[in-house]
């Protein structure tokens, strides 16, 4: 059994992926940016400021890393997690990182997968397409109050993922090393555009919910009045044209791949995710 770091345990894909290492068997170690009050298990690590970065690594066999939302810079977050992975002698890294992320090497998402791919270290990187989990969580807030999905992405189509199946590839690879220096794009199975992710939450919940084509700045006044960081606003409505243009709708089949069951459907997502939406 593997002492295992899992950067951003307390998140969405962090918080599964935790509940699968611990029901192995292995002993799980969460970062955590908070400072106070910090459980036996917990760690000070702050990837923005370093603070914690050595002593969080101390005893540890394997990590899990993303960079937090919030920042654009994610190289500058996450390379100094992989060398010190390195210095650690770490048996393996598994990266988060996004689908599209790879498609020029200038992006700081790829400068990080690019140190990782010549740290020599053992790896794999993930890059899952945009969540199902969005819908409960980023654009949950126009559902609860206007019964909308307000989005800049037109008819355009995605390949949503479940974010429980982002954690149960991220558990299979840091426990086997059969795909060992492979990089795998994860998308779910169900290629939906926002009409007909609007029409599941309806038939689900009972209550009328529609999609609404907004403008990118639109959006971009809406993030921006929600406190967002400008840098990171601009980043996210980059990639919600990148969404637009149709990129998000290529199906792969490496979660069938490695986990040897299909994808979580949108349907059984918007089922147990029902309370999110009832008011
Ligand atoms: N949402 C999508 O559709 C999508 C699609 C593809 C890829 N992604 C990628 O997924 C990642 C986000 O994953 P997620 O949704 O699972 O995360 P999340 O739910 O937003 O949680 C963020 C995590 O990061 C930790 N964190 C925040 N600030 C930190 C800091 N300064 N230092 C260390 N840890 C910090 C938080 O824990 P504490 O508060 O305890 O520190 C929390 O556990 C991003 O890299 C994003 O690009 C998202």
């Known amino acids: 059994m593997d002492n295992i770091l899992v950067v951003g345990a307390s998140g969405t894909v962090g918080l599964e992926l935790v509940r699968i290492l611990k029901s192995k068997g292995h002993n799980v170690i969460h970062a955590t940016s908070k400072v106070e009050d910090l459980k036996p298990n917990q760690v000070h690590l702050n990837v923005v400021t370093k603070v914690g970065l050595k002593n969080a690594f101390e005893g540890v066999d394997k990590a899990f890393f993303l960079s937090p939302p919030g920042y654009a810079n994610q190289h500058e977050l996450l390379i100094p997690l992989i060398e010190q992975a390195k210095i650690n002698k770490l048996k393996k890294v598994v ?30 990187i993930i890059r899952p397409n945009w969540f199902m989990q969005n819908f ?51 998308t779910g199975n169900d290629v939906l555009d926002h009409d007909q992710v609007a029409q599941v939450l309806s ?24 406190g967002l960081p400008k840098p990171y606003a601009e980043f996210l409505i980059m990639i919600l044209g990148f969404f637009k243009l ?32 009832v008011k």
């Open 95 to 124: 990266l988060m990182t996004a689908m599209g992320a790879n498609a020029v090497d200038s992006a700081p998402m790829r400068m990080a997968e690019v140190y990782l791919e010549k740290s020599g270290l053992q790896y794999n």
């Open 136 to 186: 409960n969580t980023f654009w949950l807030q126009g559902i609860l109050s206007q019964n909308k999905i307000f989005l800049p992405v037109g008819k355009a189509k995605g390949s949503f993922i479940d974010a429980r199946d982002i954690s149960a590839v991220a558990a299979n690879l840091l426990e086997n090393d059969k795909f060992n220096n492979q990089d795998f794009d994860l």
């Open 203 to 226: 038939e689900v919940t009972g209550s009328k919910i529609s999609f609404q084509d907004i403008t990118s700045n639109e959006m971009l006044s809406g993030l921006l009045g929600a």
């Open 246 to 277: 149709g990129y998000a709708e290529r199906v792969t089949e490496n979660v069938e791949k490695i986990l040897g069951r299909k994808p979580i459907a949108f349907k059984q997502y918007a089922k147990d995710y029902k309370s999110s939406w």
